[in-house]
T-cell receptor
């Protein structure tokens, strides 16, 4: 099937804002997610947004959703060295012929924060 | 907090062995998932289960099988391990519908 697309790398200076972008595939996807993965660990849910919203804010995190362009972004304000990790976006969609929704993940964006 | 526990963080097995990876969740989730993660390929879904004794193939089920005899436990089985199954394996669980998946810490499996 079609892929969820993310850029592979992003580097920012400590204290700056980071913006990680994602393009998903299905305009009828109901939920969109951001996960964080630190080295050697599993995926940690950061935040998610329902498709009837266009923005969600949670402390330093802001998610923006543009359904027309099927574009999702994650903004991290005041980025810290501890934010260095791989960030995955995922969409929940139901494949044709199935009644079960499942997640489709992008390949992840490696965020590096320089002190 | 949701807890998804994978039985081993690191595992080394030999080619041809039958390998069992175990996953247990403590939140009474209906859905459970097995993924493998490889550099440059992201996460790929192997199998998932939406109820006890039910299973669905994901994108790369070949060479794997699963078992879900109890709601809290989902096992991934490598019937005859091969070197191309060396990978990081991630288990996840969720409630029905669009509720988020919660992941375990992963099992890094090496097949020699």
């Amino acid at each position: 099937g079609e892929d969820v697309e993310q850029s592979l790398f992003l580097s920012v200076r400590e204290g700056d804002s980071s913006v990680i972008n994602c393009t998903y595939t299905d305009s009828s996807s109901t939920y969109l997610y951001w996960y964080k993965q630190e080295p050697g660990a599993g995926l940690q849910l950061l935040t998610y947004i329902f498709s009837n919203m266009d923005m969600k804010q949670d402390q330093r995190l802001t998610v923006l959703l543009n359904k027309k362009d099927k574009h999702l972004s994650l903004r991290i304000a005041d980025t810290q060295t501890g934010d260095s990790a791989i960030y995955f976006c995922a969409e929940r969609r139901t494949d044709r012929g199935s009644t079960l929704g499942r997640l489709y993940f992008g390949r992840g964006t490696q965020l590096t924060v320089w002190p | 907090d949701v807890k998804v526990t994978q039985s081993s963080r690191y595992l080394v097995k030999r080619t041809g062995e039958k390998v069992f990876l175990e996953c247990v969740q403590d939140m009474d989730h209906e859905n459970m998932f097995w993924y493998r993660q490889d550099p440059g390929l992201g996460l790929r879904l192997i199998y998932f289960s939406y109820d006890v004794k039910m299973k669905e193939k994901g994108d790369i089920p070949e060479g794997y099988s699963v078992s879900r005899e109890k709601k809290e436990r989902f096992s991934l089985i490598l019937e005859s391990a091969s070197t191309n199954q060396t990978s990081m394996y991630l288990c996840a669980s969720s409630y029905r519908g669009g509720q988020p998946q919660h992941f375990g810490d992963g099992t890094r499996l090496s097949i020699l």
